[in-house]
C-alpha cells in the first residue's frame, strides 16, 4: 500500500487542484495521501470528495512555514484543527506576511528591468491560495526571463539571491506546541536538505522534540543517502518517527507521487494522536 504524506496542491504552491492532485494519485497507485499545503487547509475539503470517487484516502495537513533565527524550517502538522485560535492566527499571520513579501520581491525584480508586476504574479496563484516565490517564478516564466521554476530558483529567487525577502514564520519549538494545541500531530519536513538553503542544526531539532514533535521525514527527494540515514539515526535517538513522502508539486517540481513513502504502522500512529479534525476521504486502512 503506497502511503504518501506530503503533497501540494494549488491552494499553495502546486500546480493541480486538490481534485486533479487526488486523481494523479490514484492514477499513481498511492492509496493515502496527506494534503500539505503551505500554510493553509482551505483544499481539504475538495481533495476529500474527490479522495471518495477515486478510493484515495486523504489525511488532513498543512505545512507550517517555521523560521529559527533566519533559516527555513517546515513543520507537517497531519490532523490539526485549522480553526484553532493560535494556530489560525500564525497561520493567518504567515501567509499575509508571504503577500508582503511576494510584493516586495516582485517590485526589486520589476526594478531591475524585469517586465513583472504583482498584478501578474498573483495572478499566477488561484484565488486565496498562500503565494510564495514559485509564483514570481511562474510570472517569470510567463514573460520568458526564465525557462521554468527550477531555472528561476536557481538564478533569480534562491534565499541568497539578490531579490530574497523573508517572511513572518513562528519558530518552529512553538509552532510544535500550537500544532499540538490544535490536535495535530508535528512532523519535521525535509530536516536536512541542504541543497536547499541552511538547515538548523540538531540542537533545534532537540527542543522541537522536547516540545512534542512526533517524527522526522527522512525519505525525501532533497535528502541524500547520508542524510536519510542521519534522520533515522536522529530520530531512533529522540524516540521520534520516521515518515517518507514525495512532496508533489504537479509540474511545478520533477517530485514524483509515491517516489517515496511512509509505513502503514506510522500512519496508523499518526491517526491514533490526531485529534484535530477528521480523517476525511475514503475509509483509511
Ligand atoms: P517560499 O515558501 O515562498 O519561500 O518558496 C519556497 C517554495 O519554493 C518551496 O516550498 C518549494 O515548493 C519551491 N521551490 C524551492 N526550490 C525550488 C526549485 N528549485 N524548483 C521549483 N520549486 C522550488
Ligand atoms: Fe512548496
Ligand atoms: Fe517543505
Ligand atoms: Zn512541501
Redo the contacts with the bound molecule.
Sequence with gaps: MIIDLHT?SAH??GTESPSALVESASAAGVRVIALTD?DVSSGWAEADTAGRVHGVSVLPGI?V?CSADGI?V?LLAYLPDPEHPALAGELERSRRS?ET??QRMTELIAADGYPIDFAQVRSQAAGGAT????HI?DALVEIGAVPD??A???TM?AKRGPYYVS?YAPDPVTAVHTVIAAGGVPVMAHPFASA?GDVVDDAVIDAMAEAGLFGLEADHRDHDQAQRQYAVDLAERLDLAVTGSS?Y?GS??PNRLGENTTTPEVLAQIIARGTGSTVLGAALP
Excluded: I, N, W
Excluded at 503565494?131 to 514559485?134: S, V
Design positions: 501540494h499553495s504552491d503551505h505545512e512555514s527555513t517546515h508571504r513579501r511576494l503565494l510564495g516565490r514559485p517564478a521554476r527550477q528561476a530558483f536557481t529567487l517572511h536547499r512532496d508539486h511545478g517540481k
